[in-house]
Nanobody, 120 residues
Framework: QVQLVESGGGLVQAGGSLRLSCAAS????????MGWYRQVPGKQRELVAI???????KYVDSVKGRFTISRDNAKNTVFLQMNSLKPEDTGVYYC??????????????WGQGTQVTVSS
């Protein structure tokens, strides 16, 4: 079994910063990608940022230049540094990982979600 444990959400004023962390543990052969999704009530969960095994990163346009995704491969941990936060960044942030659990199987896993609230 694989678990993703998130931390770092909270309440911050507009213009402030937060750093999210997500650690993967369990039966991990290798990790293809790790990323962060955001969900707000009434809307679909959307990709915020993703980092691939080779270090390639992708961001949703609304966070480019403000958010940075990074990864500690030795600790199977992904980080999301969020700067210059805006009220529209508010939502539940979910960690996502595509993990190869053995030579044949790759599964997708989700964290439990962490609330980020940005006040104006």
């Amino acid at each position: 079994q694989v678990q993703l444990v998130e931390s770092g959400g909270g309440l911050v004023q507009a213009g402030g910063s937060l750093r999210l962390s997500c650690a993967a543990s369990g039966s991990i052969f290798s990790i293809n990608s790790m990323g962060w999704y955001r969900q707000v009530p009434g809307k679909q969960r959307e990709l915020v940022a993703i980092i691939m095994g080779g270090g390639f990163t992708k961001y949703v346009d609304s966070v480019k230049g403000r958010f940075t995704i990074s990864r500690d491969n030795a600790k199977n941990t992904v980080f999301l540094q969020m700067n210059s936060l805006k009220p529209e960044d508010t939502g539940v942030y979910y960690c996502n990982a595509e993990i190869r659990v053995d030579v044949l199987r790759t599964n997708t896993y989700w964290g439990q979600g962490t609330q980020v609230t940005v006040s104006s």
